[in-house]
């Protein structure tokens, strides 16, 4: 599983983490990426999509066909 959001677009961000000593060292801060299902009742079937923990949010406010719908404006599959 990618660390890609469908809906937001969230991927991993790099940067360093800086040593008492102030060495710098490479490193990635990832989101918090789910796999979540759910019922699309146009399409009449279920959709997996790989979301991150504020996406998940945003399906609860602004619904599942208008979430799918900006996915495929982007142009990815489901």
Request: charged share 25%; net charge positive.
């Given at each position: ?72 404006a ?5």
């Amino acid at each position: 599983m990618s660390a890609y959001c469908l809906l937001t677009g969230v991927k991993p961000v790099f940067g360093n983490n800086v040593s008492h000593s102030h060495r710098r060292t490479r490193r990635r801060w990832n989101p918090n990426i789910q796999q979540r299902r759910y019922w699309l009742p146009s399409e009449g079937r279920h959709v997996r999509l790989t979301l991150s923990a504020r996406a998940i949010k945003t399906i609860d406010r602004i619904g599942i066909e208008r979430a799918v719908a900006v996915i495929r404006a982007r142009g990815e599959k489901i």
